[in-house]
């Protein structure tokens, strides 16, 4: 196969070309009410080639690489107009393989083995309409003209699940859990029983009569908040666009001391942990914000270039893309007396370039002399860019909320209002 | 293509108690453009099968994006195997009553969008003409097309689909003392190219608006009566109603609708409906049979105020003993076929849109819609509106920035006192459930909601 592709793109009269493969093996289960409702297997390949004349750039995509997909690449190519900038794609490099990315295959046996080990016991109008766990495990490939062939194997274990308990006001909570590896099943047994324990925190919900000054958001929370109102502006393509809010901020002190960012493509385990992009470059660990300093944006090969910088390893094969988002843990916090915010819906809506936000939670407690009060649904608002500088506190533990890890953090000037 | 005749003998040699197969393929082209400049052009092609074996009561499902003998009998044995693993008891589904059907349906634009040429479709997107002056800082517009086949056998039918689409997504973004707006709009048919012909008056309000919202002042949260636009109304109609009455989401106990069928929720002036036929197969989410080979029918969830069926696949309908209401659809071959909507409206009713208004002393018009999320196990709902304009007095006084509609949906339905006598343009939207997506839509009327959380 490699022999034929280098065979390929040797004939192919393109000036670039990089070819990325897929090939991914998924199963799924699902539960209903606790019980085996389906179990799916699907394998599906994906090629996308992509190639360069001069300064024009074509993409085609298809299940299988030939050279007729090549041909098509470069009839789009033609079709196309000058990139602002194209300065080649990168040459050879050795990628240094990261621990704990592949658990293997599995069989269905093992997989519904798995999978029966998130039934828990419920008690009376506790129900768990859906409890899913999926099981994966993915080749990638990166070739291109100038030599680079690079593979690598992964696996991708997920389970998520949804407890309701069913009070004249019924609460419902969901929450997931992602990891490389497929944990053993005491401990994706305590998941299912975290998930209910946490729902029926929430039970008989009270409206919340004093505005609280601190608002703690816990992890589910917070990482949607970033992903959508804060990370696009650590975009190099973004910063190079004028399109970040920190463009013109590098070596500047915008966050709180609490607040350091990462992004990490080598972290052992990690979820979105690989040795090379998805040009081929080698992942690495670049410090975005040290210390609330904004320090560095992340790059593909040809941002980098056309900023004078080396590419962080964050190419998608189609862009530029986060590898593992880590935040710093903390000393802890200081419960008592505030609002903890489990989960939000609606961040889709915030303003990515202004980092405003405005959205409603989805469990909410107030801590109020040691105990933990279940608050009604509030709406909360601000900037990113201003709560990050206001930071109370920062939790002592680490969790992963698909590539973002992260402890929950303390805020004051998070905007509170009933709904 | 696949060898029908291969895959019949394979599977039936195993004396399975039902089953089928949905092989697909599909070619798309997609550009995107960033301030008249190039960002994107591609195409791509793609095939996949899935297999889906009964046994008893046990559904097994594999899929491969391999379409060659080997992989077809690789894909039947991964089935069949999980069919026998979900199988509990003596329990069997009866899957005698499904009707035999061999059709071909085609729903195609005037040229093949596969043999236009991409550059025909750059240029017809250079065309749209605008200036990046003034606080207008950036427009895109993103084309999608897409010619989907499909093909459907079981042991009693045999239909074969061909559906084209294009999409066609634009947005503005103004920026003007440290304040932005962005303003999107979106035009998606069923057929080809020429459907699109309308979309520079879009373009051209939405760089309008982007610079009137800018200047205007932040909407109040609160109580209040409001209008919905149409497509606000499709996306509640949608996202809060329709989802909790897909009868997957009452069998699992996640839907705030288990146990109200031929309950009130509603004025008798209210009826709500799930239509693939809306348009003459022209909605976004039209289809003449679904993935499990039913015929698409129209299907009222609310008539006259009550709630009058949920949503079905044939599972769904023996489980619940009730009608088929052909509503199983999957994302492409390589996914199970799911419960889903097509096209999702409220009924027409009697009011003009300016009686609508004139019924108002301070409220809101919402406009459009700007993303939204639900719950439907309990109900609850958020969505933010594109544009949003104050009303006193009966009359639109101006823009405010900012807004949204949240609160309950039973609680929703009840506060609906008007319906407008027209239809709104379709409402397309890519819908997202267990990780698939496919099209829905729906042509709706505005309405007046008494009492309303603005958010």
Redesign the interface.
Known sequence: MTKDVFQILKRCSADFVQINFSNVHSSKVLFEQQKLKDFSKVFSSHVSASVWIGKKHGVAVANVFSEKLLKKAIKIAKASEDLEFFYGLPQPKKALPIKGLYDGEKTEEEILNSAESMIIDLKKKETMPEAVLEYSTFDHRVVNSLGVDLTEKESLFNVSAECLIKDKTPVSHTDSYSSRKIPPNSEINCFSARVLEETRELRNPLRLTKIPETVILEQRALSQLLDSAFLSNLNGLNVLKKRSIFADKLGEKLFSEDFSLKDSGILEGGIESRSFDGEGVPCQENSLIEKGVLKKFIYDYNTAKHLHKNSTGNSTGRGIGFNNILISKGRGIEEDGALVIKDVIGAHTCNEITTSFSVKSLGALLIDKGERKPIKDVMINGKMVEILNNITGVGKDIRNVGNIYLPKIAFKGIRVNNL | MIDIDFLRREIEKLRVDYWDCRYSETHHSGITLWNK??K?????????I?IRILNGNG????????TDKKSLREIIK?SY??SM??K?GNEKINMNNIKSVKTKKQIRGKRDIRKM???DK?DFLLEQSYELKGSIK?VYLRYLDRRERKMFISPLSEIYQETDSVFLTGGV?AFESGK?E?KVFRVAKLGGFENLKQIQGKLDNAILNSKKFLRATSIK?GKYDVVLSGELTGLFVHEALGHASEA??V????S?LKGLLGKKLAGSSVSILDDPTQDNFKGWGSYYYDDEGIKARKNYIIKKGILNSHLHSIETSKKLGMPLTGNARAENS???PIVRMSNTYVEKGCESFEEMVERIKEGYFLKGF????T?P??G?F?F?AADAYYIRRGRIVGPVR?G?I??NTLELLKRIMLIENKYSEDSPGFCGK?GQSVYTGGRNPAVLVKGA?I?
Not at chain 2, 59 to 66: E, I, K, L, P
Not at chain 2, 370 to 373: L, M, R, T
């Open positions: 400049e190039l994107q052009i591609g195409e791509g092609d793609s095939s996949g899935g559904w097994g499902f594999a899929a491969s994006t391999r991964q195997r999980i693993l979900l509990k040429d991409l550059e750059k950036s973004s932005s962005e949260g997957d989401a069998l699992k106990g996640a705030c390589l996914h199970r700007k993303g939204g999320e719950n196990a309990d609850g958020q933010g900012g949204g949240g609160g267990d959380t958010v």
